[in-house]
């Protein structure tokens, strides 16, 4: 089993930054993957970044050049830069993990971009 926790959520206005947190624990020597996913209200959930334990990032169109993500393998820790926010960013976002996509999921933390 594999344990997420999701920190760093809260209200900023629109083109303002956050950084979120994850700290995994638990089996998690077989965790290649690590990444970040958010479902919006009514929206559906969208993978937002992901990242390798060799530090190979992808991101959704929606994001790129405006987030970035960053893992500390020795922390067991990814981060999730998010800069520029625009209003559309506003959703709760869930830390993923897993040995090849993301299979295990945190319990969320809330963004949410004012305009």
């Known amino acids: 089993q594999v344990q997420l926790v999701e920190s760093g959520g809260g209200v900023v206005q629109a083109g303002g930054s956050l950084r979120l947190s994850c700290s995994a624990s638990?089996?998690?020597?077989?965790?290649?993957?690590m990444g970040w996913s958010r479902q919006g209200s009514g929206k559906q959930r969208e993978l937002v970044a992901s990242i390798t334990r060799g530090g190979s990032p992808t991101y959704a169109d929606s994001v790129k050049g405006r987030f970035t993500i960053s893992r500390d393998n020795a922390k067991n820790t990814v981060y999730l830069q998010m800069n520029s926010l625009k209003p559309e960013d506003t959703a709760v976002y869930y830390c993923g993990a897993g040995p090849v996509g993301l299979r295990y999921w945190g319990k969320g933390t809330l963004v949410t971009v004012s305009s």
């Open positions: 638990g089996n998690i020597v077989s965790m290649n993957v």
